[in-house]
């Protein structure tokens, strides 16, 4: 799993208007829990950045008063109308005791039933899974090479060792639709076969 370094220092004041401050200055209220005791920081909003806006899943080695906690971004609370970081919890991770995260999807192989002109669509953008920071992948990826037409793939059909999926098991992650044009085609075939009998 990709990994990257933040600093960050640790808050004096707890409260409504101490975050306000730390906000006003480019700063980002945090808390690190999961551990043997809490801990209140501020990071760099900038800095937040790389590990924000993207869908890949980062283990965070954060650097507290030059004690390094690895971590993971449990929750973010934005702003509801400028999106602007109010405030982030980060759940820190052990080699003995498994987390819940969500993993981003990754489609591979070619489907039989978008070459015969269906249309896939994807209905689950990630995954919730449940395991051991160490065993988790970088993404969960999902063969569609023997997805023919009308057919699905279910979150029951997936497998990945050391890791236990948490979403419904009859959850479609993806399926191919039939498509006009695919279903003029069938058609087609249908009554040609008829027409040869």
């Known amino acids: 799993m990709k990994s990257v370094s933040i600093s960050g220092s640790q808050r004096e004041n707890v409260g409504k208007k101490d975050a306000k401050a730390n906000r006003?200055?480019?700063?980002?209220?945090?808390?690190?829990?999961?551990?043997?005791?809490?801990?209140?920081?501020?990071?760099?909003?900038?800095?937040?950045?790389?590990?924000?806006?993207?869908?890949?899943?980062?283990?965070v080695e954060l650097n507290l008063n030059d004690k390094v906690f690895k971590c993971f971004v449990k929750e973010i609370q934005a702003h509801p109308v400028t999106d602007k970081i109010?405030?982030?919890?980060?759940?820190?991770?052990?080699?003995?005791?498994?987390?819940?995260?969500?993993?981003?999807?990754?489609?591979?192989?070619?489907?039989?039933?978008?070459?015969g002109g269906g249309k896939l669509q994807s209905k689950l953008r990630k995954l919730k899974v449940k395991g051991i920071y160490t065993d988790l992948p970088d993404y969960i990826s999902v063969d569609i090479s023997n997805l023919e037409l009308g057919s699905s793939i279910k979150v029951s059909q997936l497998h990945q060792e050391k890791i236990e999926f948490l979403n419904n098991p009859n959850s479609v992650v993806c399926m191919v639709k039939l498509t006009r044009g695919a279903i003029s085609a069938a058609s087609e075939v249908e009554t040609e076969v008829k027409t040869t009998k």
């Not at 209220?29 to 890949?56: D, R, S």
């Not at 919890?89 to 591979?108: G, M, N, Q, W, Y």
């Open 24 to 59: 006003n200055n480019g700063l980002v209220p945090c808390v690190l829990y999961g551990g043997k005791e809490q801990k209140t920081f501020v990071l760099n909003e900038k800095e937040l950045l790389a590990i924000i806006n993207t869908h890949e899943v980062y283990l």
């Open 86 to 115: 109010l405030h982030i919890d980060f759940l820190e991770v052990s080699l003995t005791k498994p987390i819940v995260v969500e993993l981003p999807i990754t489609i591979t192989g070619t489907s039989p039933g978008v070459l």
